[in-house]
């Protein structure tokens, strides 16, 4: 194509311009699955009944009694994991985004893990302690951060495939 035509080339930049974006979106889902998949990697685990039982300061009539409060058929008790579980993404045309909803199953505890270690927790329970070392505080900001160069890579591989094309 010569650049003399100009009305051929705005045609073609605005055909680039709209594959682009339909790209980008997948390119974005890309993107939001590899932070997740690190996110929940680096997520704290959730104690189990038992784990927590153990470090409790309650006694065994007060366990028993707290039991008794929950109906069998109740489906939200804590489970080990349920944080991992619960770390989400979606990805639009213009952006991805990695979270935790607030109404799912690890919503608070999401939150106080993440934005509130030595306020409302300073331990790492022994499930978190068995995933390493990078299971702790900030684990979703800490998953962008380490995936930046793999981030940096399919964005560019992704943008030099669609201009290429003809």
Same mark, same amino acid.
């Given at each position: ?8 080339? &705005?045609?073609? @930049?605005? !055909? ?17 699955? @590899? *932070?997740?998949?690190?996110? *929940? &990697? ?7 009944? &038992? ?6 300061? $309650?006694? $065994? ?6 039991? !008794? ?13 349920? @944080?991992?579980? =619960? ?14 909803? $607030? ?6 505890? $999401? ?7 030595? !306020?409302?927790? =300073? ?32 964005? !560019? ?10």
């Amino acid at each position: 194509m010569s650049m003399d035509n100009s009305a051929e080339m &705005k045609e073609w @930049l605005k !055909k680039k311009q709209y594959n682009l974006t339909k790209g980008m979106e997948r390119t974005y889902y890309r993107i939001g699955a @590899l *932070v997740k998949d690190t996110a *929940v &990697k680096y997520a704290p685990k959730s104690p189990t009944n &038992k784990e927590r039982r153990a470090r409790s300061n $309650a006694t $065994a009539a007060q366990w028993k009694a707290a039991r !008794k409060r929950r109906s069998p058929r109740s489906t939200s008790r804590e489970m080990p994991g349920g @944080l991992m579980r =619960s770390i989400s993404f979606r990805a639009t045309p213009d952006f991805a985004e990695v979270f935790v909803a $607030a109404n799912s199953e690890a919503g608070k505890y $999401a939150f106080t893990i993440h934005e509130l270690k030595g !306020k409302a927790w =300073s331990k790492r329970g022994p499930g978190t302690v068995a995933k390493g070392s990078k299971a702790d505080d900030k684990f979703i900001t800490r998953a962008i951060e380490d995936r930046k160069p793999d981030i940096a890579k399919i964005t !560019k591989a992704a943008i030099s495939a669609e201009l290429q094309k003809d």
